[in-house]
């Protein structure tokens, strides 16, 4: 059975930071690019980071680039997100998702599995 449970969210004032864990099992984790996606109420999940399979690539999205950083732990099932100087605009419910492809790892329609999800809500 497919697991991605995440950890890590809560309250933080504006330029703040928050550390995002995300726990896989049930799948080869090694065999799938992992991605941080995240959702405000009304608007469509959006990206926010990926890692490749061996984490050796990573890809961010513009309003996240050089204040977020994506990590995984192959030999623990595991991937991060470092959160750092955060607004309230990053306020959102973050999901932790699995890929199996490689390709349009930016993208939910390359996802195959989701975690439920955790808030993440900064103060101003």
């Known amino acids: 059975q497919v697991q991605l449970v995440e950890s890590g969210g809560g309250l933080v004032q504006a330029g703040g930071s928050l550390r995002l864990s995300c726990a896989a099992s049930g799948f080869m984790f090694s065999g799938y690019a992992m991605g941080w996606f995240r959702q405000t109420p009304g608007k469509e999940r959006e990206f926010v980071a990926a890692a490749s399979r061996s984490g050796g690539k990573s890809a961010y999205a513009d309003s996240v680039k050089g204040r977020f950083t994506i990590s995984r732990d192959n030999a623990k099932n595991r991937v991060n997100l470092e959160m750092n100087s955060l607004n309230p605009e990053d306020t959102a419910v973050y999901y932790c998702?699995?890929?199996?492809?490689?390709?349009?790892?930016?993208?939910?329609?390359?996802?195959?599995?989701w975690g439920q999800g955790t808030q993440v809500t900064v103060s101003s």
């Open positions: 998702a699995a890929s199996a492809r490689n390709l349009d790892i930016n993208r939910s329609y390359s996802y195959g599995y």
